[in-house]
């Protein structure tokens, strides 16, 4: 993970809107610009902090969460001498380690020969480092060098601003674009000609072996796990009101919705609203009354009343955190057990489960989604 030098500084909506329109390189211009020489001096030049977390593998065991699956990964926000910065791990367990500084001191001279040509790629990696089983980037180690094949050739790396600084003797010859095929040397290994060796200390590390447990399965496609618990940790623990209230469009009461209309059709409104409302009702109930402009919070919560008074996010307020049911014609205990079963479901099943109840009785319907979907709890009556 990186942190911004320099700190950082945003434009208000309206004006992005009119240099989006105006001027669209203008973060471009701006970036060159600070490299630059400009006036006669030099500005200061764009840097980065590097930073690291490291984690054991006996506290990646100990995790609620997988500590590689990158969608899991919530973001912690701390406070810096410069500007804010985002962490994938909380800061408390796993603090960040401090590498050095990414500084961006040249323009490029030829837009095409160091920028187009470039080939990054997270294989590059030096003796003594691992990748993890981070999937995402499993599939990036492959895809990347794969790509740069495709655009760039099979001698990609013989590019020049590709190229590393020391000579690197091989086994690969040939190829359309070669420009260093090392004479009439073999391309095979090993050869009674003096080919090159692979480095004692390289050939000696492997990497450390992986820790697996747990059952073998099968997800069909329908199978989901919890995409929201970790967002209302976001919502509820880590914004403040600044944050919220650009979310929530405070500074326009009236949005400019698209002309299709997709946000206010009756079939797709309820389902943006239950989304959202699964990360956090009052979240939900805020966003209803702006798209559809009216002062109360919808059919949503029409059975229900809440233990808090209802959060206005706009002035501020307490926050909700469970929900009654206004009837008294279900018991408690059973509502839960029976929200348990159906989380055991898959989500084909658990849809369905719950159009049957919600056909039966809306109110029996909206609790059980509440406490299936979005972990609510029971007022004892």
Same mark, same amino acid.
């Given at each position: 993970?990186? $942190?911004?030098?320099?700190?950082?500084? %945003? #434009?208000? /909506?309206?004006?992005?809107?009119?240099?989006?329109?105006?001027?669209?390189?203008?973060?471009?211009?701006?970036?060159?610009?600070s490299i630059s020489e400009v006036d006669g001096y030099i500005k200061k030049y764009p840097s980065w902090t590097f930073y690291v977390q490291l984690m054991t593998p006996e506290q990646a065991k100990l995790q609620k969460f997988n500590p590689f699956d990158i969608t899991k990964a919530f973001?912690?926000?701390?406070?810096?001498d410069f500007t804010r910065v985002n962490q994938v791990w909380p800061h408390k367990e796993f603090p960040l380690i401090e590498v050095g500084r990414f500084v961006l001191n040249r323009n490029a001279s030829?837009?095409?020969?160091?920028?187009? $040509?470039?080939?990054?790629?997270?294989? %590059? #990696?030096? /003796?003594?480092?691992?990748?993890?089983p981070d999937r995402l980037l499993q599939g990036r180690l492959f895809a990347y060098q794969d790509a740069h094949r495709y655009r760039l050739g099979a001698n990609f790396q013989q590019i020049p601003v590709n190229k590393p600084i020391n000579l690197t003797n091989n086994f690969q010859r040939d190829g359309f674009m070669c420009s260093f095929n090392q004479g009439g040397a073999p391309n095979y290994y090993p050869n009674s000609f003096g080919g090159p060796n692979s480095d004692p200390f390289a050939e000696s590390w492997t990497p450390p072996p992986e820790?697996?447990?747990?059952?073998?399965?099968?997800?069909?496609?329908?199978?989901?796990?919890?995409?929201?618990?970790?967002?209302?940790?976001?919502?509820?623990?880590? #914004?403040?009101e600044g944050p919220k209230n650009r979310l929530y469009l405070k500074n326009h009461p009236a949005p400019k919705l698209p002309e299709n209309n997709f946000f206010r059709a009756s079939a797709t409104r309820p389902i943006l609203?239950?989304?959202?409302?699964?990360?956090?009702?009052?979240?939900?109930?805020?966003?209803?009354?702006?798209?559809t402009k009216i002062g109360t919070c919808g059919d949503f919560l029409e059975h229900f009343e809440v233990e808090t008074p209802m959060v206005d996010?706009?002035?501020?307020?307490?926050?909700?955190?469970?929900?009654?049911?206004?009837?008294?014609?279900?018991?408690?205990?059973?509502?839960?057990?029976?929200?348990?079963?159906?989380?055991?479901?898959?989500?084909?099943?658990?849809e369905r489960t719950l159009d049957v109840f919600n056909n039966v009785s809306d109110d029996l319907g909206v609790l059980l989604k509440e406490l299936v979907f979005n972990d609510a709890k029971i007022i004892q009556f």
């Open positions: 993970m990186s $942190q911004c030098s320099a700190g950082i500084e %945003n #434009l208000d /909506p309206e004006e992005a809107e009119k240099i989006a329109g105006r001027d669209p390189d203008y973060a471009v211009r701006d970036l060159y610009e973001s912690i926000s701390i406070q810096t030829n837009n095409f020969a160091e920028i187009e $040509q470039l080939a990054f790629s997270p294989n %590059n #990696l030096s /003796p003594g480092v691992g990748a993890s820790y697996v447990a747990g059952f073998e399965n099968y997800y069909p496609e329908f199978y989901e796990e919890d995409n929201y618990s970790q967002p209302r940790v976001f919502w509820e623990q880590v #914004l403040d609203f239950l989304l959202i409302a699964f990360i956090s009702i009052e979240v939900g109930i805020n966003i209803e009354q702006i798209l996010l706009f002035t501020g307020g307490p926050t909700q955190k469970q929900l009654k049911l206004k009837t008294q014609q279900f018991n408690s205990l059973r509502v839960h057990n029976l929200a348990g079963a159906i989380k055991l479901a898959n989500r084909t099943i658990q």
